[in-house]
Structure formats: C-alpha cells, structure tokens
T-cell receptor, first 114, second 112 residues
C-alpha cells in the first residue's frame, strides 16, 4: 500500500457520460498530480494541485477538470466521455510542489468507455 | 525533461543475467532522474533516482548512471530474478519544472 488511495478501482460508463475519480494523497503530502496512462501515449501529465490551488496544467482536455479540497483530497471530473478516454488514470502525491523530490502513485482507476 | 526517449520497449533476459534500459532527455537544465517500476494492476513505484551532481547511484542489485554531457541515463539491474519482471519507466522534470515527463516504458521479462 503506497498510502495514496484512489477510488473507484474500475469504472465502466457509456459515451457522453460524466464521471468523477477520487484521490486521497499520502498523509502529509500537499501536492497532487493526475496522469492518464494509455497503451499508445504512455503516462501523460494532466494537472497538478498544491495545497488546494491549481499549480500546473499538462495535456488536459477542456472536457476534463479537477479540484483539490481543503482536506487535500482531489477529484478529477471527466465529461462528454469518448471511447478514446478509456485509460488508466493515476493520482500521485508529494510533500513538495517541486517534482524534483519524486512522487508516490496510487493504484489507479481503470476507466472503460463503451 | 520535455522529451524523454526510452529504449528498448521490450527486453527479455534469463534469470541471473543483467538488464540495461536507457533514456535520453532533451532539456539540459534537468537535474533529477527517477526510475519507476510498474507491476501488473499496480501504480508506478519509485525504485531509484539520481540527481545531476552525481554520476552513479547503487541500491543492492539496481544502479542508475547519468551522463549529463550526452543527456542520457540508464538503469542497470544485475542478477535478475523473475520478480523483476515488470514495466520500467524513466522520467525527468518538464521544462517548466512543474511535473515529471515519463518515457514510454520498457517491459522486462525475466524467465527462469
């Protein structure tokens, strides 16, 4: 157990729907990163939050959004889902917003869009 | 960071052999290079990292070497065991210094 908790582990939904993925960071960590992992694109950085504030955006689609709450858990919202959004979504956390300290990943949420 | 190339994409070795995975990066300002191991059904796990002020770092059977001039770094696993079978990712910070950029991964298979 890495200490980073992601729910749900699996999600199957239809095209056009909206889903919310949840992440609880490791105790003491203030920074949360979201990544998408697909077979052809590898691990793609989506967005980073630090202590409740958005800090950096990567290749995140406009249909996707995220937030970090006062208790530091984070949610990734995916809307108007398409077949191509099927992927593993990982959350990672770290104590510092600087990625030069590395981070700890959760076990991921496998999203299947049918 | 910004562009991280990883080779090979697949690697098959016999138990006891050594395995080497190589990565190149494009941003000469990068100064932190971690390696992650991902087992089936799990998230990536940090196994070793190196900073730009050293050329090599070892931890038991794994080691990482860094050549800043050539902008490449490598993961070395000696005396491989079946439990080393997994996907390995290299990474480096992006140019903005806000997140890690990952290589496409190497699937290592160790047969006994």
């Amino acid at each position: 157990d890495s200490g980073v908790t992601q729910t749900p582990k699996h999600l199957i939904t239809a095209t056009g729907q909206r889903v919310t993925l949840r992440c609880s960071p490791r105790s003491g960590d203030l920074s949360v990163y979201w990544y998408q992992q697909s077979l052809d694109q590898g691990l793609q950085f989506l967005i980073q939050y630090y202590n409740g504030e958005e800090r950096a955006k990567g290749n995140i689609l406009e249909r996707f959004s995220a937030q970090q709450f006062p208790d530091l858990h984070s949610e990734l919202n995916l809307s108007s889902l398409e077949l191509g959004d099927s992927a593993l979504y990982f959350c990672a956390s770290s104590v510092d917003p600087d990625p030069n300290y590395g981070y700890t990943f959760g076990s991921g949420t496998r999203l299947t869009v049918v | 960071g910004e562009n991280v190339e990883q080779h090979p994409s697949t690697l098959s070795v016999q138990e006891g052999d050594s395995a080497v995975i190589k990565c190149t990066y494009s941003d000469s300002a990068s100064n932190y290079f971690p390696w992650y191991k991902q087992e089936l059904g799990k998230g990536p796990q940090l196994i070793i990292d190196i900073r730009s002020n050293v050329g090599e770092k070892k931890d038991q059977r794994i080691a990482v070497t860094l050549n800043k001039t050539a902008k490449h770094f490598s993961l070395h696993i000696t005396e491989t065991q079946p439990e080393d079978s997994a996907v390995y990712f290299c990474a480096a910070p992006n140019q903005a210094g806000t997140a890690l950029i990952f290589g496409k991964g190497t699937t290592l298979s160790v047969s006994s």
